[in-house]
């Protein structure tokens, strides 16, 4: 009796066990969440994260030592639009690096038929996570096509909070 209660288990176990060996990058299974793909010892990726959380998002890292390049690969993000992290929003939206909050709500309203998301390429100095009150720098917002085009949408001109 005591056995095959044991091995009642074994599958999930298993299961388990095999899922955390995976070399694919985890996609976000959880709703309502950004799975924040970043480097292991970038600091600007938390405080988006913080600032994403503060404005009402929820918010949590994937970190890597290598491999970053494949997951926006996989994503879709175009090479000029790459940036320090990526965000996956419920599995399926595409945020690219210091997106501010605002947008990511009024993408998430209202998705654009033929996008994937939102990026902010670089790091620029007035983008959420980056700016630290002093210097701010007016910068550009783009939407992110499932072509793998990327177009304009509008310039970000005044902070909003790190």
Known sequence: MCKRF???FLPAVLTLLLGACSSQPPTNSTEDTMVVHQG???GCCGRWMDHLRRNGLAARGQSYTHGLAEVRDRLGVPQGMRSCHTGVWNGKYVFEG???ARYIREYLENPPPGTIGLAVPGMPAGSP????????EPYSLYLLEESGDYR????VSEPEGS
Do not use: Q, W
């Not at 996570?129 to 701010?136: D, I, P, V």
């Not at 304009?152 to 310039?155: P, S």
């Open 98 to 100: 210091h997106v501010p």
């Open 152 to 155: 304009f949408l509008t310039t």
């Open 40 to 42: 292991a010892f970038c």
């Open 129 to 136: 996570g980056m700016y630290s009150g002093e210097g701010f």
């Open 6 to 8: 044991l091995f009642s």
